[in-house]
T-cell receptor, first 115, second 111 residues
Framework: DSGVTQTPKHLITATGQRVTLRCSPR?????VYWYQQSLDQGLQFLIH???????AKGNILERFSAQQFPDLHSELNLSSLELGDSALYFC??????????????FGNGTRLTVT | SQQGEEDPQALSIQEGENATMNCSYK?????LQWYRQNSGRGLVHLIL?????REKHSGRLRVTLDTSKKSSSLLITASRAADTASYFC???????????FGTGTRLLVSP
């Protein structure tokens, strides 16, 4: 058990809808990372927050947004959903601001299916 | 590009055999991390090797790093069916803002 909790585990929704994925990092970790994993794109980095502030952005669509709250949990909001957004969404946490020297601890993901 | 490239893409062996997978990268690094992903689960950190280290061990895992060739290898000795997973490398340096992953090596260990 990594200590990172993601909810919900599964989500099925229709195109055009909006969903919110939630992540609680490991106790003591200040960094939260979001990744998207699909069969055709592999594991894609989306965004990184450290102690409430955005630190780095990856291939995150404008329809997607995220934030990290004062209690350090994070939410990833996906709107105007398309079929191609169907994927596994992972949250990872680490102690430090950079993953350079600090291994990431991954949750078990939220499987999103857009129909 | 920051990400590593794992090779082979897929590897199939019998229990008890050793499994070797390789990682090549293009930029200079300060360290390199290996992760494992069981099907449908989150990645699990296996080992971190620094650029001034040539070899590191952790249980049945042995990682080597050759910065002159910009490559690393992960050896799993005496493989078990439970080692069936995808394995990813992630090269890092202080200038990288994020950890990025390649497509991984899919290892299948048959009983």
């Amino acid at each position: 058990d990594s200590g990172v909790t993601q909810t919900p585990k599964h989500l099925i929704t229709a195109t055009g809808q909006r969903v919110t994925l939630r992540c609680s990092p490991r106790s003591g970790d200040l960094s939260v990372y979001w990744y998207q994993q699909s069969l055709d794109q592999g594991l894609q980095f989306l965004i990184h927050y450290y102690n409430g502030e955005e630190r780095a952005k990856g291939n995150i669509l404008e329809r997607f947004s995220a934030q990290q709250f004062p209690d350090l949990h994070s939410e990833l909001n996906l709107s105007s959903l398309e079929l191609g957004d169907s994927a596994l969404y992972f949250c990872a946490s680490s102690v430090e601001a950079s993953s350079y020297n600090s291994p990431l601890h991954f949750g078990n993901g939220t499987r999103l299916t857009v129909t | 590009s920051q990400q590593g490239e794992e090779d082979p893409q897929a590897l199939s062996i019998q229990e008890g055999e050793n499994a070797t997978m390789n990682c090549s990268y293009k930029t200079s690094i300060n360290n390199l991390q290996w992760y494992r992903q069981n099907s449908g689960r989150g990645l699990v950190h296996l080992i971190l090797i620094r650029s001034n280290e040539r070899e590191k061990h952790s249980g049945r895992l042995r990682v080597t790093l050759d910065t002159s060739k910009k490559s690393s290898s992960l050896l799993i000795t005496a493989s078990r069916a439970a080692d069936t997973a995808s394995y990813f490398c992630a090269p890092m340096n202080t200038g990288f803002q994020k950890l990025v992953f390649g497509t991984g090596t899919r290892l299948l260990v048959s009983p």
